[in-house]
């Protein structure tokens, strides 16, 4: 368990609003606020929800079948990344090992219980 100086040296910074097809909507709620959003519109039994994070914003749209292309991926941005990355082991996640990328950045991926690739990245000085 992370004390509070730790909980306190990660942030999630933005994102642009996606919407998302989501076969379950109550899983794809209660992992989504383990990654630090809250419903601010609907919510778990509602057929479409918005979740917000500081000025980030995730819909979920209940779908049978999440139609188009199979590769979904949402970037976003935060500090703390290593930070962040061990709060949500700790919260029984299993994300990737963090990794500097080449373009500057220093991210890991966890995928959500739909499928959705997740990448959170920090920009490195």
């Known amino acids: 368990m992370l004390d509070r100086d730790e909980r306190a040296s990660w942030s999630i910074d933005h994102i642009s609003g996606v ?4 076969r379950e909507m109550a899983e794809s709620v209660e992992f989504y606020r383990k990654l630090g959003f809250a419903v601010s519109y609907g919510g778990p039994g509602a057929p479409f929800t918005t979740m917000r994070a500081g000025q980030s914003v995730i ?4 779908a049978a079948t999440s139609g188009g292309s199979s ?3 949402v970037i976003i941005r935060v500090r703390g990344v290593d930070a962040l990355h061990h709060d949500l082991v700790g919260k029984g996640l ?3 090992a963090p990794r ?3 373009w500057g950045e ?3 991926e966890i995928a959500d219980p739909q499928g959705v690739v997740i990448s959170f990245a920090e920009l490195r000085s």
């Open 59 to 62: 819909n979920l749209r209940e």
């Open 100 to 102: 500097d990328a080449e």
């Open 19 to 22: 919407t998302l097809a989501v």
């Open 94 to 96: 299993e994300p990737s």
């Open 106 to 108: 220093r991210y890991f």
């Open 71 to 73: 590769w979904n991926r």
